[in-house]
Structures are given as C-alpha cells and as structure tokens.
C-alpha cells in the first residue's frame, strides 16, 4: 500500500504531468510537440517493464526485442505488402504475444541474474538480427516511406494529430497498471515478487503469473514500437540497440519501481532535461549523467518509489476463499 503522503505525491505529480502534456502544444513549439511525444511513447513502454519488474520482481531486458516485433512488423506489412497500418499493428500485437508465450515458457523457469543474462542476450541477438537480416530488414539501411495511422478522414500524419494519439495510448496503458496493481493480480505479482517459493506456498501459480506479466510487458512493447515508427515512418537496427535497453532502465529507476506515475517522469526526465542543456553541448551528457548519479544516490528507490512491504496472504486469497477461511475459523 502506499502511505498517505506517498498518494499525494503521487497525485501532484500526475496533475502536473497533465498541465505538461496540455501545455506543449498550447507553446507553439514544434520541438516541444516532438519531445514530449517521445516522453508518451517511451513512457508507455518503461510502464510495462514496471509491471514486469516492479510489480512481479522479474527483471527482463527483452522490451526491445518486442518493440522490434512491432516495428519491423508494421514497417514490412504496411510497405512490402499494402496492409492496412491498423490492421499490421494488430496483427504484430499477436506475433509478440505468441514469441512472449513461445519464448517465456522456458526463459521464465530461470531466476535472478540468470534471467537478467538471459533476456539480455535475447535483446542483443534481436539487435543482431534485424541488422544481419538484409533482404528481410534492409539491415542498418531500415525501412522508410511507413504510411501514417488513419481514422476516416482524420491522419495522425500531423505532429499535433499524433501527440494526441500518443498521450492517449499513454494514459490508456497508466490506467491499466493501476487498475492492475490494485486487483487481485497485481497482489499476486507483487506476493511472486517477495519471493516465488512463499508466493507457492500461499496457492499461487508462480509460472502462470510471471507468463502473464511476460505477455502483457510484450504486447505493449509491441504497439508502442508500432506506433514509434508510424510516427517516424522509418525503422532502422538503432532503435533497439543497447542504448535504448538501458535508457529504459534509466527512466524507471529516474521514476521509481513500482510509482504508478514514476515511469511517466522518469521518462520526461531522460527524453526532456537533456534537450533543456542543449547550450552546453560539450558536456551536456556529462552534466546529465551527473545529474542521474546524484539523484540515484539521493533518492535509491527513484523519485516516487517506496519500499515495498509484505503482502498479507488475506490481501492476496481470492474473496470466495477468504471468506471460506474466515468460515471454517468460525
């Protein structure tokens, strides 16, 4: 549970992260429209790898290879083949929900650093791939010329269009976390996170649970790298390299394991605050990663994280069997 005062926090920041996101366009600044729909894109894909990791303690460097299926999926449906984007999108959703299942079942019996191992070399042969793989991915060329999302009449081919798009998909993928974190599931995730042999003990399905945080991280990472390269109508081996896996990271430690909201700022805080230092050119990475350094140092747990306490077995027990138990104790 999160204490009061850490709800309020919360609260504040989410309303400010709103007067953000209504502001940037309102500036008049096309850059600014460009930045903050980067925030909304990658914030969406690091609130799924705080489901995966700060939910259900499973730590997975794999978001970039789902992101690939996505994005070279809508690339290679909608320009080699015609496809409706919508309908590529869609259909590369399935593709990374079926390689999650596919590839989960055996990645997920490893624990700890041996699934940190695991996944990471899945996202460093996934970047391998898509640059080897010339006559399927034109290789370090990309894939350009991605035809814009269209609804009607309505393109999103238009900065301000697609911002709205993009917050939308945001704010769509924050209120499934929440409403995640606060079922009967998210509990579960959370007991699993604690420690998988006490989660077992209490009933729960230890492998069924971390499938399904898999699948879902998956799924999300995989409409966000749709929509990355619907809004850059290009992909290309640089979007899923070793330095976007970490950027990740960064932004949901910045963020806070766990916050609801964290992942929002943290990626505000990695994609914006860099941009903000852009007179300091030559040591505008220095300053920044100083910046991050401090603040990890400051605050360990991010800007909203907390520690996590123990989960009651009664808060994890579905409610026929809390009741049962309350019966029989009778």
Not at 72 to 91: E, F, K
Not at 132 to 153: F, H, K, Q, V
Request: aromatic residues 10%; hydrophobic residues 55%.
């Amino acid at each position: 549970m999160i204490g009061l005062s850490g709800r309020r926090v919360e609260v504040v920041a989410f309303v400010l992260v709103v007067i953000a996101v209504i502001g940037a366009p309102l500036s008049g600044s096309r850059l600014f429209v460009y930045y903050f729909t980067l925030t909304a894109l990658y914030a969406s894909v690091v609130i799924a790898l705080n489901l995966l990791l700060g939910l259900a303690g499973q730590v997975s460097f794999a978001q970039t290879t789902f992101m690939a299926i996505g994005g070279y999926g809508s690339a290679l449906m909608t320009v080699r083949l015609g496809w409706n984007p919508w309908l590529a999108m869609m259909l590369a959703m399935l593709l990374a929900a079926l390689a999650a299942l596919v590839i989960g079942r055996p990645l997920l019996r490893l624990r700890g650093h041996y699934l940190s191992m695991a996944t990471f070399a899945l996202a460093l042969g996934t970047y391998s791939f898509v640059t080897a793989a010339m006559e399927l991915t034109n290789g370090g060329i990309g894939i350009s010329g991605i035809p814009p999302l269209e609804i009607g009449d309505i393109s999103f081919a238009e900065p301000g269009m697609f911002y709205i798009l993009a917050w939308i998909l945001c704010g769509l993928t924050l209120a499934g976390y929440a409403l995640l974190a606060d079922s009967h599931i998210g509990r579960a995730w959370r007991a699993l996170a604690t420690g998988q042999d006490i989660a077992a003990t209490l009933g729960i399905d230890v492998p069924g649970y971390k499938l399904l945080a898999f699948i879902l991280a998956a799924v999300i990472a995989s409409i966000v790298g749709s929509f990355y390269v619907e809004f850059t109508s290009f992909v290309g081996p640089d979007l899923y390299d070793i330095n976007i896996i970490l950027s990740l990271f960064f932004m949901l430690f910045v963020g806070g394991r766990g916050s609801t909201i964290g992942p929002v700022v943290g990626a505000g805080v990695v994609v914006i605050v860099p941009q903000l230092m852009s007179g300091l050119e030559r040591y505008q990475n220095l300053i920044f990663f100083v910046i991050l350094l401090l603040l990890l140092l400051i605050r360990p747990a991010g800007l909203f994280g907390r520690v996590r306490e123990s989960v009651p077995l009664s808060a994890i027990l579905p409610g026929w069997l809390r009741a049962s138990r309350r019966a029989g104790a009778a």
